[in-house]
């Protein structure tokens, strides 16, 4: 049911802003910018070791060298698994998770080289961001997407992945810039 929560959210936000989409770029239509957005995800996976499938005893191979798992039937989602968690500790719908993330744009990787990335991982200044868990209700929650949740529903709750997320899943008011990311991203638990 999350799934189709999800989706359907995604669909809704797709026809919100798919229209300011052609208008932000005069050179491009929507459509173009969707298979620009599909070659910077396909050149980044490239160079990756790919898995179209979630494993059926969602049983991830973990670490750097794990490969990336389609975690959608459309291929918006790509995770890889760095850290498990403690999988007996898994977050339960509409419960607070805080996450600290650095996201680099595929729009700009080349030849195994990531672009600079931005996020709140390594400046301890910034306060770690969170949602509630399927909750696309709150602001809070829905600002992020649906993708940065998806390894939840996997995994423990004090997991670490990365993660391509293709605009349709991505942070809310970027969808319309039809741009992928790759997130590095690592979930806490509320400590209230």
């Known amino acids: 049911m999350n799934k189709f929560k999800s989706l359907l959210y995604s669909l809704v936000l797709m026809l919100i802003f798919a229209p300011m989409a052609v208008s932000c770029d005069d050179n491009k239509s929507y459509a173009d910018l969707l298979a620009d957005e599909d070659k910077s995800v396909n050149n980044f996976l490239a160079d990756q070791r790919v898995i179209n499938s979630i494993p059926e005893d969602s049983i991830f191979e973990v670490g750097e060298d794990a490969p990336y798992y389609r975690m959608d039937e459309d291929g918006f989602v790509y995770m890889q698994v760095l850290k498990t968690g403690d999988l007996t500790k898994k977050a339960k719908d509409n419960e607070l998770v805080y996450f600290r993330f650095m996201r680099y744009n595929l729009a700009y990787y080349d ?8 996020g709140n991982a390594d400046d301890m200044e910034y306060s770690p ?64």
């Open 111 to 118: 030849k195994g080289v990531l672009p600079d990335g931005e």
């Open 129 to 192: 961001t969170s949602f509630r868990l399927g909750n696309y209700t709150l602001p809070s929650s829905s600002q992020f997407g649906t993708g940065i949740q998806i390894p939840l529903y996997y995994l423990g709750i004090d997991c670490e992945v990365n993660i391509v997320i293709k605009s349709q899943y991505g942070f809310s008011d970027e969808i319309s810039n039809v741009v992928p990311y790759l997130y590095n991203i690592r979930y806490f638990k509320s400590q209230l």
